[in-house]
């Protein structure tokens, strides 16, 4: 069986008080319950000014 990186980008809206970490680790947690998803991490995250 063939394993495969896959890179995204997601954009979130969040109350000011939600840390953006948090979102992330969030985000991996559900990954990770797919079938075939055996690892996800947040490696960066980045503040957007509007």
């Known amino acids: 069986m063939n394993r ?4 995204f980008k997601v954009e979130v809206e969040h109350d000011q008080e939600e840390l953006p970490q948090r979102i ?4 991996c947690r559900q990954l ?3 079938y075939g998803v055996r690892q996800a991490e947040l490696s960066n995250f980045t503040r957007l000014e509007e």
């Open 32 to 34: 990770l319950k797919l």
């Open 4 to 7: 495969t990186n896959l890179f």
């Open 24 to 27: 992330g680790e969030e985000i």
